[in-house]
């Protein structure tokens, strides 16, 4: 392939249709003020009612004016003392280097706003505050889940059971690195099953599980937690009700099938039982 072959390819706009080219190049003339004067009336009343295009040529002027800025700063810092001339493109290899101005420009947009809020400041402790919300929502979703998943099971609900109690708790309190208790629900009906490991959003859970005598299930989720102390909330996912908060730094969320007010009662006095205060309900 010679010379001449190589730049008949360049010139041969196969990848985008002629019609599409050349109405880019009719609005990148009509952006620069080449268009005849009734071409372009015809142009600016197009644009009224093809927002696409009217889009387009927005993009194009945004573009010509940063590259006009770039231009009057680069005269300013030091104008040349000599006129470099070149040939004339082509008009559709302009065209072409419109287009992928308006996909750089794009991508540009995409990837700014995805930085924005790390160079934003934190607007007065608001959005910490919102933060500290979802990952307590999210601990709670994981401890609906984890009673959800195993509640129902019939032959191994748990890992270790209620008869090896001593154990689980101190086997638990060395995988999460605190010293755990697991509260006594006899007043309410309900007796210990037993306790399992599960994974936490950033290291190791633990869930108890209790059982009335009507077969009924209640579990209590456990896990680190970044805030000191969070008041009692309420998450409701169809007959399911999970209670959680937080205390010392732990997270605590007792989920179960009882009425809303019963299982509120109960949250409460598990709360109390592992170090909580009135104040948080």
């Known amino acids: 392939m010679n010379d001449d072959d190589l730049e008949r390819e360049r010139s041969a706009p196969t990848a985008v249709p002629q019609e599409d080219l050349a109405d880019l190049a009719a609005l990148g003339a009509f952006v620069d003020g080449e268009l005849a004067s009734d071409t372009h009336a015809g142009m600016e009343a197009r644009l009224l009612g093809d927002p696409s295009a009217a889009q387009r040529v927005g993009t194009y002027r945004a573009q010509k004016a940063a590259l006009q800025a770039l231009s009057r700063a680069g005269d300013e810092a030091a104008a040349p003392a000599w006129v470099v001339l070149r040939r ?8 072409g280097l419109a287009a992928a101005w308006a996909v750089a420009g794009a991508g540009f947009t995409v990837a700014a706003a995805s930085m924005l809020p790390h160079w934003l400041p934190q607007s007065d402790g608001q959005d910490s505050a919102l933060v500290a919300r979802s990952d307590a929502e999210n601990f709670a979703h994981r401890a609906d889940v984890a009673y959800a998943v195993y509640s129902p099971e019939v032959r191994h609900p748990v890992e270790v059971g209620a008869a090896d109690e001593a154990h689980l708790v101190a086997w638990l309190s060395k995988r999460l690195d605190r010293p755990l208790s697991i509260p006594p629900l006899g007043e309410y009906g309900y007796t210990l099953v037993g306790g399992r490991l599960l994974p936490g959003a950033a290291g190791p859970a633990a869930q108890f599980m209790y059982q ?40 605590y969320a007792l989920s179960g099938p009882e009425s809303e007010g019963r299982l509120r009662k109960i949250a409460y006095e598990v709360c109390s039982a592992l170090g909580g205060t009135s104040a948080q309900w």
């Not at 004339?88 to 302009?94: G, L, Q």
């Not at 896990?223 to 102390?229: H, K, L, T, V, W």
Request: hydrophobic share 30%.
């Open 88 to 95: 004339r493109d082509p008009w559709w290899h302009r065209a």
């Open 212 to 251: 009335n005598d009507a077969g009924e299930r209640l579990t209590l989720y456990v896990s680190e937690s970044g805030r000191e102390r969070d008041a009692v909330h309420l998450l409701r996912d169809g007959s399911r009700r999970t209670f959680y908060w937080s205390t010392n730094r732990m997270g």
